[in-house]
């Protein structure tokens, strides 16, 4: 067992066990009822790395005496997954087929699962890291119970850790330092698969000294930022609603989120275009020059230096005053070609042969060279009033 890493070495033997996840595992909580109605549905465990799926999935197959196979969906496929429909029709054991990491699999692997979960052969139980609406498949998905993990506090992460420095399957004996503890667990971001790791490689540095807060930040690297197809879209929803707020240091917050993330600046640039339309429009129409010239920096200048054209423009934006008169204007034009006529006569085109003779134009008022006779002069067609623009 020495062997095994820590995380491994430390994983909770019974859902008592569990730090976090409260929301789930609390009582009158879903998966303590789960456990007490002795037979599981299918569920999607769907949280970050770290935050104890792969634990969960054991513990409540065992809660209900149920037999468990894993599978990761990165070094297996559809035969594996058959096998084990195959072996566990008729059983007289509720089989659980865990996959780790299901997302990986295609929607045509996980489509294999469907018949065996839907005869109740096996009771599936899949992990997820990325959002499982836009990852797994629709009939999988309505037959399983979605249970969201939250991330680990800081708090949940160094009780852990403490648990692994005086559990005899951890660390016994070790001596670690109280900044060093508070540095890992402030550092791992909610996983604590991470913090353990971190704590393992600097008590091997340590060998048997005192782990100092030193030992740690020379093991542990720092965490790349979590950023998946579900990130995407909430971070440059937040980019977008801090500028609506005129919140000019969150959005440069979500901005270097994105760039640091490797997001391409180019979308980036893009929501900035769209924004100074629909958000600050005629409050500020030199907002949209601005957005445009940052898009045209992306372009001439390039990562890294285009950060600062970037953050310009989203300053800019986020200080400027907001109308959304165009994108509403825009809205009642459009409520309004239910009622629109045709193009009234002496607006139609009038510059080819024989358009006259239809009366094209006639009765056309020239602005430049008949203002007055222009003014009252109707633009709209019949049925239609305007006041789209307040």
Known sequence: MAQEPLAARMRPRTLEDVVGQRHLLGEGKALAALVGADHLPSIVLWGPAGTGKTT?????????????????????????????????RGGMLQTVL???????????????????????????????????YFSLVSP????????????????????????AIDDERGLPGAKVEDEALSYLAETAGGDAR??????????????????????????VQRRGLVYDRDEHYDVISAFIKSMRGSDAD????????????????????????IFASEDVGLADPAALQVAVA???????VGLPEVRLNLGHAAAYLSKAPK????????????????????????????????????????????????????????????????????
């Open 98 to 132: 865990f996959v780790d990491e299901v997302h990986r699999w295609s929607k045509s692997q996980q489509d294999v699962l469907l018949p065996g979960v839907e005869a109740g052969d096996v009771t599936f139980i899949g992990a997820t890291t990325e959002n499982p």
């Open 194 to 219: 991470l913090a353990l790791s971190g704590l393992e490689a600097a008590a091997r540095v340590a060998a048997g000294r005192l782990v100092t807060k030193e030992m740690a930040e020379d093991v």
């Open 250 to 273: 969150a959005a440069l917050f979500w901005l270097t989120r994105m760039l640091e993330a490797g997001e391409d600046p180019r979308f980036i640039a893009r929501r900035m275009v």
């Open 294 to 300: 940052a898009a045209h920096a992306v372009e001439l």
């Open 56 to 88: 969960l999935a054991h513990l409540l197959a065992r809660a209900v005496g149920a037999e468990m196979v894993q599978l990761s969906a990165v070094s297996s496929g559809v035969a594996d997954a058959r096998k084990v429909l195959e072996s566990s």
């Open 140 to 163: 999988l998905l309505s037959r399983s119970l979605l249970l969201r993990l939250e991330p680990l506090t800081e708090e949940d992460v160094r009780s852990i850790l403490e648990r």
């Open 323 to 390: 109308s959304n008169a165009v994108i509403r204007a825009l809205g009642k034009a459009d409520e309004a070609q239910r009622r629109a006529g045709r193009v009234p006569g002496h607006l139609r085109d009038a510059h080819y042969a024989g358009a006259k003779d239809l009366g094209h134009g006639e009765g056309y008022a020239y602005p430049p060279g008949d203002p007055e006779g222009a003014k009252g002069q109707r633009y709209l067609p019949e049925g239609v009033e305007g006041g789209f623009l307040e």
